[in-house]
């Protein structure tokens, strides 16, 4: 892996995509033994997560059911601190287990957001799955249970991750390079 420019940005190797589907197999054995029996609805935050929701899916052999929900708090680099709904849930999630699919938790507010919208909603159970998460970055309270990689607090992009719309289509994850 060399190093990629993705608009004005050099980005530098960090996660290679067989680190990434290893670790997503792993994710899916514990998913499976914790929901066997349940039929748990898996809902894909877009547009990021897509990737990952895609390939954890074709790892679970359990009974389940996937939807997506679309929101948005970002511009460019930088979060915007609010979050609006984008393209909401058809889905009735009453009753359900749900296990929300998100590419990264950083400050954790989109997440913290978005566990307001379905608690309202009454579902069985709630669990968070991310593929990233940076510790040093989050400022919410909240139940990660479900974690891929905990990164550090710099700019990431590829496998589904973008700047300004870009970069998602790559298969591995960069690191935005240091000064």
Same mark, same amino acid.
């Given at each position: ?72 708090? *970002?511009? $460019?680099? &930088? ?8 393209? %909401? +849930?058809?889905?009735?999630?009453? /009753? #359900? ?48 249970? *479900?974690? $891929?990689? &905990? ?8 496998? %589904? +991750?973008?700047?300004?719309?870009? /970069? #998602? ?11």
């Amino acid at each position: 892996m060399d190093s990629i420019t993705v608009r004005d940005k050099e980005f530098v190797p960090y996660l290679t995509e067989a680190q990434i589907q290893q670790r997503i197999a792993e994710l899916a054995a514990e998913l499976e033994v914790d929901y066997a029996g349940k039929n748990p609805l898996f809902i894909g935050v877009l547009n990021g997560s897509f990737m990952f929701v895609a390939d954890l899916m074709k790892n679970l052999s359990i009974d389940c059911e996937i939807a997506f929900i679309r929101l948005s708090s *970002y511009t $460019g680099m &930088e979060s915007t601190g609010s979050v609006k709904q984008v393209l %909401g +849930l058809q889905d009735n999630v009453f /009753g #359900r287990h749900i296990v929300l699919l998100e590419d990264i938790v950083d400050s954790g507010l989109t997440m913290e957001q978005t566990l307001v919208f379905f608690e309202e909603r009454g579902p069985k159970s709630i669990e968070i799955s991310t593929l990233l998460f940076k510790p040093e970055s989050l400022e919410k309270d909240l139940s990660l249970k *479900y974690v $891929g990689f &905990e990164i550090p607090e710099k700019f990431v992009v590829g496998y %589904g +991750l973008d700047y300004d719309g870009h /970069g #998602r289509n790559l298969k591995d994850i960069y690191q935005l390079k240091e000064a």
